[in-house]
Each structure stands twice: as structure tokens, then as C-alpha cells.
């Protein structure tokens, strides 16, 4: 095609111009720059989400009611409501209390659950070696302590544990009463709920509730975790008893809005970047057509259209624009790839956490790499390195050839 070569031709023969090179090259510099860090903060922000939604819901209930007064004595009754809605998925019982847990002189505020060992769906049971479900559900007294709560407290597996609890009067609460527990065992999900929660079985947890019998509380697990709030208010209407509805949208809702925030910021991010980085592109075809006049004033002369010129010019500026997306691209997809690992090592070389695992539910730096973002920024990036072109072609038409040529001698 001419006007590819004529233009292959200008940027080939602007090298002999220092500042025209270095401008040049700053434009391909700060596309590359700005698509590889878009492609990783995108990463960043999808392994997040991914995190959120295949790690934290997994032990975070979907949907969970409890009593307004009393317990559920029949929650087999609840789960048949329950799963008449084609969108719960799964349903177990629950007994919540919160207590202090002491070991030597460390006192730790935890979130006790008693959960049913043989219930069928519940994803906590991933993350707790078989051993230690089963001595839950044979032995009393026994629970399974989150691996950061083990290591705050400095206890292990085999180690006995205090819990202090609360006991409500008829007008006061009374002082709290002490219960020995056996940890038989740890579970790592790898975030604050490490340093929050224990587990243990319905019957320890009823020992320690003082309750005769039911449970406090019913938890669901729904097909379409976006679906929770509807899914709740619909099954909640149905249910015979007074009961608090909540569901993960409320509790930890916060954590998905942020991230779409930072989506959202990223995207603006994105053009902005990239308008700053094609900049650089105007700036050079427009220093090219003011060098390269003399030589446009004589291909006009040989009767090329203005149409043509433009596309020349054009067509110099997307090189600048499609090496910035092709090296930009590769360095993104690179860096992606391979950013939890290298936050990895660099944690470890330097002594240092980013994500404090008691603070943030993840306590590495998740990254998926998703072809659409990759297309998104390199589609951005191309348009932008367009629009950078059509001024200065436009500019190069408006050439007249014989002051160019009268000028150039």
C-alpha cells in the first residue's frame, strides 16, 4: 500500500532528529506504560472480586434468619420452605453466640458457630481437615480455632482453650462463665475470618447456649449469590415464625461496592492515561508535517489525493500506536500473571505483609487476567492514537504546494 510505505518512510527518516525521535519515542513509551499498568490494575480488581465472591461466600452464609425470640425447634420444617425457592441451593442449621477466648494471658473476642459436621453444602467444611470434623462431631467440648485466632493465642492443635460467655438473667446479664475446650483443629481461609471465628458442634454449642434444644439460627446458600436479597425477602415471607433477615449483601456488600468504585475510577483512569500518553502522537505529526512539507508539497504535485495524505499520516501515527499496544499488552499480561507471586517474594524478601490478614478478607494480592480487559485497554488505546492523528493529517493537507517548494530552496 503507498501510503503505508510513505508513511513507514517519514517515521524511518525521523530518526535523524533527535527531538523528534525522543518525542517519538516518549509517545510509544507512555502507551506501553500506561496499557501494561491498566491490564494489571484490571487484573487486580477482577482477583479481587473473585476472591470475594469464590473464597469469602464460600464461608460467609448467602442468606441467614434468626429468631426474633427463642429457637427454631424444628429447622427441618424451615429448610423444606426454604428449598420450594429454586434459587437456594442449600440450607443448614446454626448456633451463633460470641465469646472471649482466653489461653494463658491473650484474651481474643471470637464469633462462635455450632454447625451440623454431616449437613450437606456447607463450603467451611473445605477448609477443616476430615479428622478434625469427625472429632467434633463424636467428642464434646472440642473446637476448631481460625489459624490466625491459633497463632494470636499461641496455641495449637491438642492445646485447651477458655471461652468466657455471657449469661443473660431475667433483668441483667450475670458474669460470664468459663468452658474448657480442646482444639482439635485449625482451618486457613486466609483472611480476617481467620482471626474471627471458631467452630464447633450443635451439641457443644447448645452446652454452652444453654439451649435444651433447636438452633438459633438457619443459613442458606443460594445459586446466584446477587440474588441474596431477593432470595431472603421471598423465603422470609413464607417462614411461620418473627425472624431477622440478613443476608451477605449487608454485611459484606461494602466490599463488592468498593471494587466496582475502583472499577469504575480505573475506566476513567484508562482514558485519561491514554489521552495523556497519545498526546505525545500529535505533537509529532505535527512537528513531522512542518519538517516534511516540501516533501508533501510534491506529492501533491504528483496529483496524490488529500484523502491519501492523511491516511499517510495517519497511518504513522497508529505505528506509534500499535507498538505501544503490542509491547504494552505483553508486559501487562506479564506483569498479571505473575504479580501475586512476585508479591510474594518481595513480602518475604523484605519482612512485610501488604494485605494484613486480620484487616482484609484476602491476605495476598489476587490477580485474574481476563481477555476482555486486554481488549478493552488495547481498543482504547488504538482510538486514542487515531483520534491523535487526524489533526496534524488534516494540517498536511492544507499544504500549498508552491510556497512549500518556494520555501524549501
Avoid at 1 to 16: D, E, K, P, V
Avoid at 172 to 200: C, M, S, W
Amino acid at each position: 500500500m503507498l501510503t503505508w510505505s510513505i508513511a513507514r518512510r517519514f517515521r524511518r527518516q525521523r530518526g535523524h532528529t533527535g527531538f523528534l525521535s525522543f518525542i517519538s519515542a516518549s509517545s510509544t513509551l507512555g502507551i506501553v506504560l500506561g496499557c501494561a499498568v491498566l491490564i494489571v490494575a484490571l487484573s487486580m480488581m477482577n482477583g479481587f472480586q473473585g476472591a470475594l465472591q469464590n473464597q469469602l461466600l464460600r464461608v460467609v452464609p448467602h442468606v441467614e434468619y434468626q429468631r426474633v425470640d427463642g429457637t427454631f425447634d424444628d429447622w427441618q420444617a424451615i429448610a423444606e420452605i426454604a428449598y420450594r425457592d429454586e434459587a437456594v441451593s442449600s440450607v443448614r442449621p446454626v448456633i451463633k453466640q460470641t465469646a472471649m477466648v482466653q489461653a494463658g494471658a491473650e484474651f481474643k473476642g471470637v464469633l462462635l458457630q455450632g454447625i451440623a459436621t454431616q449437613a450437606d453444602g456447607n463450603d467451611v467444611f473445605d477448609f477443616i481437615a476430615a479428622d478434625a470434623l469427625q472429632q467434633l462431631q463424636q467428642g464434646s467440648n472440642t473446637v476448631v480455632l481460625g489459624a490466625g485466632l491459633a497463632e494470636d493465642l499461641a496455641v495449637t492443635v491438642g492445646d485447651t482453650v477458655t471461652l468466657l460467655i455471657a449469661e443473660r438473667g431475667e433483668d441483667a446479664f450475670q458474669a460470664p462463665k468459663r468452658h474448657r475446650l480442646k482444639v482439635v483443629g485449625l482451618f486457613e481461609f486466609g483472611g480476617e475470618i481467620d482471626h474471627q471465628n471458631a467452630y464447633t458442634s450443635l451439641a457443644t454449642a447448645r452446652a454452652l447456649a444453654g439451649i435444651e434444644s433447636g438452633v438459633t439460627g438457619i443459613q442458606l446458600s443460594v445459586r446466584n449469590v446477587f440474588s441474596a436479597d431477593a432470595v431472603a425477602q421471598r423465603v422470609g415471607n413464607q417462614l411461620p415464625n418473627l425472624v431477622y433477615v440478613n443476608h451477605w449483601m449487608r454485611t459484606h456488600g461494602h466490599l463488592y461496592r468498593d471494587i466496582e468504585l475502583v472499577r469504575t475510577v480505573i475506566y476513567l483512569v484508562l482514558v485519561l492515561v491514554m489521552a495523556v500518553a497519545c498526546f505525545n502522537i500529535v505533537s509529532t505529526l505535527v512537528l513531522t508535517v512542518t519538517k516534511k512539507q516540501a516533501q508533501i508539497a510534491m506529492l501533491k504535485t504528483m496529483g496524490l489525493a488529500d484523502w491519501k495524505i492523511i491516511l499517510v499520516f495517519v497511518w504513522q501515527g497508529l505505528q506509534n500506536g500499535l507498538l505501544g499496544v503490542f509491547w504494552g499488552a505483553l508486559a501487562g499480561m506479564g506483569l498479571a500473571w505473575l504479580l501475586p507471586d512476585a508479591i510474594a517474594a518481595l513480602e518475604a524478601l523484605f519482612a512485610v505483609q501488604v494485605l494484613n490478614d486480620d484487616i482484609y478478607f484476602v491476605s495476598r494480592i489476587p490477580s485474574t487476567l481476563r481477555w476482555q480487559d486486554v481488549t478493552l485497554v488495547c481498543s482504547v488505546a488504538l482510538s486514542m492514537s487515531l483520534l491523535a492523528t487526524l489533526y496534524p493529517a488534516w494540517r498536511a493537507t492544507r499544504v500549498e504546494p508552491a510556497r512549500a517548494l518556494h520555501g524549501s530552496h
